[in-house]
């Protein structure tokens, strides 16, 4: 499957962005979906993910409240809705799908990020 991140921008602190995901040449259905994030200097971390059916999601504690995740199977499409942004939320951002159930563990395949820069 390929993956094709946008949405990214530079955005003051308090406002808010949505990325969006769209997966090609394999159902979407077939995948867990996560974003990641990787700010300079840092590791890749993963930020949400939702499940095949979208029933079941996971945030990361720094985003949670923050953040939405959720995937349109029909559209191929994986959004990450983005509020409150601060700037300790700049970074690169990634959209990853797994086979397997569960946001943990190993990602099958990775779009390329885009930026989201966050000013104070």
């Known amino acids: 499957v390929q993956l094709q991140a946008s949405g990214g921008g530079l955005v003051q602190a308090g406002g808010s962005l949505r990325l969006s995901c769209v997966a090609s040449g394999r159902r979407l259905y077939d995948f867990a979906m996560g974003w990641f994030r990787q700010a300079p200097g840092k590791s890749r971390e993963i930020v949400a993910a939702v499940s095949r059916s979208g029933g079941s999601t996971y945030y990361a504690d720094s985003v949670k409240g923050r953040f939405t995740i959720s995937r349109d199977n029909a559209k191929s499409t994986v959004y990450l809705q983005m509020n409150s942004l601060k700037p300790e939320d700049t970074a690169v951002y990634y959209c990853?799908?797994?086979?397997?159930?569960?946001?943990?563990?190993?990602?099958?395949?990775w779009g390329q990020g885009t930026l989201v820069t966050v000013s104070s």
């Open positions: 990853a799908a797994k086979y397997s159930a569960g946001a943990t563990g190993r990602y099958d395949y």
